[in-house]
């Protein structure tokens, strides 16, 4: 009984905590301007992080070792540290990101200004990381983050024209007044923002503290099957309201204080009030993982102790990095930048980013040396040689299709 | 879910670590996790120390870490950097990077693993975790909620540095060593002084202890740069894709048997050797 | 110039160069006048591109006041949160307004900036008292400015007609 308690709370938590800010932002943006005609790129994306995912847990479990760890150990210390460099880069400024995510949430709900919620923010989510309370309140977060349901219920309370929708998944061509590139450029955008790298240094940092064994593999995968499919579910109703209210009037979300107006619409008070409250554990929840990430792929890089169960004393570089991060992402949020804008940066640079995450990834769970007999069957290895093909286009495709369309516009 | 904190037992799921009876050094221990006896990160195995046995074998000494031994192999002005930088806030005059010995490592699983706990290895290496131990003095512990009460104290280096460790290597002539970042990348140079390419790996035999390995061969290959994540050394594996390219990319792996080597020189970075042969299935990859 | 030392006086390939250079001066001249880039401000048709965009954009700021504006009015969603949403999208609709306000007009681009700009400015003026009508909840004054602001909305909408 408590067994399954536990599997589902593994699937609860993995649903709820899919969604960060990239993937609130661009879904309900895309769904705006393009309505449905990109959900295959979240589909893809879902199929990508499944498929990844699942091959560093299994990595984490079999060999007991994370995956920034191994990076090093396969690429050599100078191609090691240029991968970190960039990894690192990409991950900080999804933490950013995060961070004017929460402030966002924060200011819609009290109409105080996100700037000045930032500081405040930033001091709560390090005292959570400091005090690694994270650890307690991973599952809390993950639970909340189910409340973005809200999104789900309202699409269906807002009787939508169920054909229509359907009719917009199955043309995947931009609509007249959009052009192919910025169609283009949104379909990177989307795929960076559901195969962001943090999620998988997370999960396999993860599994390496909880010590996960082959006994576990059973349960990791029922969490990334059944748990991350559902999350991309979530995508696509964020997405898919936004298609039937903002979409045959022309509205194009540019803020995240747009996106609970369907909600009000479909059920009104009480979902927006829910909806805020999915934003702010989503969000929450996203940039203590983002924080944590920065500072595993360092201290897995130079083989610093490292951990969301370790106090400081123990491990005082992995958490002055996490101080530095956070120092640094309230600097960037203070000069007024809009946290919209660097949400649409760190998924589209997620998306450059992404070779070098998977690439070893793919490597690694093919190696017999970590893997024992455990190493990728054959569909692993056919699904990871085609998603690395996309990736790599996607990656090439990223700042020559930003430049053109001047940041999607 | 797991709870949270320290466990005694291994983390090597359950099974003591071992040894192999062969390994690729560069392959198999370099930029390797080095963890203590209770699976606790220490540090990554930067460089070999390989020493010359009374027969004239190479052994391997010592792992070396920190950045006085990463700095070599990172190469270039960055490399330089680092060591500078590393000497600069050394406060002896002539620094040595930190040198474990290799008789404190118990087992080379997916991590190295050491004998002894990390509170005993920072007593006898006093300089293995500065950073660490600046920072927290610095930067942690002046900041309120930084530890559990229930914390050992034990951390900080007692009077008398040095305290040894008992372990099993045999007494090697100090500064003998020649680090195996000095071998990689060597020129190979055959008697008519023909080029063979360089050397990009050197195999070791022996076991258990990793004292007890030799330098067995050296494998060569005739592009300067590294490994191409050791798809040339094993029977290939892995997605179709990426074997396509690192066959396109890396032809023409040699070996190089012990006893075909004339001679090395470290500081020029130049083996002479008797004959190259290829790298074929003969010489079984580990 | 090539081959000119120093105190040498005018050399004969001076003079070529000169006429050289003012033909090519000549013809470039021309050229950029003939496709209308001779004046600063840019040509004609593009102006009038980059006024539709603006107000495509103003449009949907503008819309999404008006659709904030029914629900708050029937109730559907808190005040703060309306006001959130309204304030931003005025912040979005007055720096777009002005980066195309700022801009130079060609000549004969005149009347579309006029058309423009009352378009724009109605548009603003609604979502101000829009604005000012949520903040103090004042259900009258959010009733009349969602008339205003629906009025605004429309004429946004047959823009592209009305323009060209």
């Not at chain 1, 996960?212 to 593999?217: E, M, N, S």
């Not at chain 1, 998924?347 to 017999?368: C, E, G, H, Q, R």
Request: charged residues 20%; proline residues 5%.
């Amino acid at each position: 009984m408590k067994k399954i308690f536990g599997v589902a709370l593994g699937i609860l938590t993995a649903i709820g905590g899919f969604v960060d800010i990239g993937d609130l932002v661009t879904n309900a943006l895309v769904g705006s301007r393009f309505g449905l005609a990109l959900a295959w790129v979240v589909v893809l994306g879902v199929i990508g992080i499944i498929l990844f995912a699942e091959m560093s847990g299994r990595v984490a479990a079999i060999s007991g070792r994370a995956t920034f760890d191994l990076v090093r150990e396969r690429l050599g210390p100078r191609v090691g540290l240029a991968n970190l460099v960039a990894s690192m880069g990409v991950t900080l400024l999804t933490f950013i990101a995060e961070i004017g995510g929460v402030a966002l949430a924060i200011e819609i709900a009290t109409s105080v200004n996100e700037v000045l919620w930032v500081p405040v923010v930033a001091a709560a989510l390090w005292i959570v990381l400091w005090r690694v309370r994270f650890a307690v309140l991973e599952n809390v977060f993950g639970l909340l983050g189910l409340s973005l349901i809200v999104f789900a219920v309202a699409l269906w309370k807002l009787d939508p024209d169920w054909g229509g929708l359907w009719q917009q998944v199955t043309t995947p061509r931009p609509r007249p007044g959009e052009t192919w590139t910025a169609y283009a450029y949104y379909a990177v955008a989307l795929f960076g923002a559901a195969l962001t790298p943090y999620e998988v240094f997370f999960f396999s940092s993860g599994g390496v503290e909880e010590r996960w064994t082959a006994k576990d593999l059973g349960t990791m995968r029922l969490n990334v099957f059944l748990g991350f499919p559902l999350g991309g579910l979530l995508s696509l109703a964020v997405a898919a309201v936004t298609a039937v209210v903002f979409l045959p009037v022309g509205v194009q979300v540019d803020a995240l204080s747009q996106v609970p107006l369907p909600i009000a619409q479909g059920v009104g008070k009480i979902g927006v009030a829910i909806a805020l409250l999915g934003f702010f554990a989503a969000t929450f929840g996203a940039a203590c993982e983002t924080g944590l990430s920065v500072g595993y792929s360092i201290a897995q890089f130079f083989g610093w102790r490292w951990g969301k169960f370790v106090a400081p004393r123990q491990a005082a570089r992995f958490h002055v990095v996490i101080l530095l991060s956070t120092v640094l992402a309230v600097a960037v949020l203070l000069t007024t930048v809009d946290p919209v804008a660097v949400t649409e940066y760190s998924v589209v640079f997620s998306a450059l980013a992404l070779p070098l995450t998977y690439l070893p990834i793919l490597v690694i769970a093919n190696d017999p040396d970590y893997m024992g007999d455990r190493v990728n069957g054959r569909l692993a290895n056919v699904l990871g040689s085609v998603f690395l093909v996309v990736i790599v286009v996607v990656s090439a495709a990223a700042i020559p299709l930003m430049i053109i369309t001047r940041g999607g516009q | 879910m797991a709870e949270p904190g320290r466990r005694a037992d291994h983390e090597s799921h359950t099974r003591r670590p071992q040894f192999r009876r062969q390994y690729d050094a560069g392959l198999h221990l370099l930029d390797r996790q080095i963890v203590d006896r209770d699976g606790i990160p220490v540090a990554k195995v930067d460089d070999l120390e390989l020493a010359p046995r009374a027969d004239g074998r190479l052994v391997v000494a010592a792992l070396l870490v920190g950045p006085g031994a990463v700095g070599a192999r990172l190469g270039g002005r960055l490399g330089r950097w680092t060591v500078a930088i590393w000497r600069r806030l050394r406060s002896d005059a002539d620094p040595a990077p930190t040198r474990i010995d290799a008789g404190l490592v118990g087992g080379i699983e997916s991590a190295v693993h050491l004998r002894p706990s990390l509170v005993e290895l920072r007593r006898t290496y006093p300089h293995l975790d500065g950073l660490e131990r600046w920072m927290r003095r610095y930067v942690v512990d002046p900041i309120p909620g930084s530890g559990h009460a229930d914390d050992e104290r034990t951390d900080e280096p007692t009077t008398d540095p040095g305290i040894p460790l008992a372990t099993d290597a045999p007494v090697l002539p100090a500064g003998g060593g020649r680090r195996l970042s000095s071998l990689l990348g060597a020129r190979v140079v055959l008697p008519d002084g023909r080029d063979a390419g360089r050397v990009n790996d050197v195999r070791l035999t022996g076991g258990p202890g990793l004292q007890t390995y030799v330098v067995e061969a050296l494998v060569t290959a005739t592009r300067a740069e590294g490994s191409m994540l050791g798809y040339d050394r094993r029977a290939v594996r892995g997605p179709w894709l990426v074997r396509v390219l690192v066959a396109a990319t890396h032809r023409d792996a040699g070996y190089v048997p012990w006893r075909a080597v004339r001679l090395i020189d470290w500081d020029a970075g130049c083996v002479e050797a008797d004959r190259v042969d290829p790298l074929t299935d003969e010489h079984p990859a580990s | 110039m090539r081959g000119r030392s120093p105190g040498s006086g005018i050399s004969p390939w001076a003079g070529r160069c000169a006429a050289r250079c003012g033909l090519l001066g000549v013809v470039a001249g021309a050229a950029l006048a003939a496709s209308g880039c001779g004046t600063p401000e840019g040509n004609v048709s593009r102006y009038q591109a980059e006024a539709l965009g603006t107000l495509r954009a103003a449009q949907s700021s503008a819309q999404a006041v008006l659709i904030t504006l029914d629900l708050r009015l029937s109730d559907r969603t808190f005040g703060r949160a309306a006001d959130d949403a309204v304030t931003g999208a005025e912040g979005s609709l007055s720096s777009t307004a002005g980066t195309f306000e700022a801009l130079q007009p060609p000549r004969g681009a005149d009347a579309v900036r006029e058309q423009a700009t009352s378009l724009l400015s109605r548009a603003e003026d609604a979502v101000a008292a829009a604005r000012i009508a949520i903040r103090r909840d004042d259900r009258t004054a959010m009733r009349a400015a969602r008339n205003d602001l629906a009025t605004a909305v429309d004429d946004l909408d047959h823009a592209p007609d009305a323009l060209s």
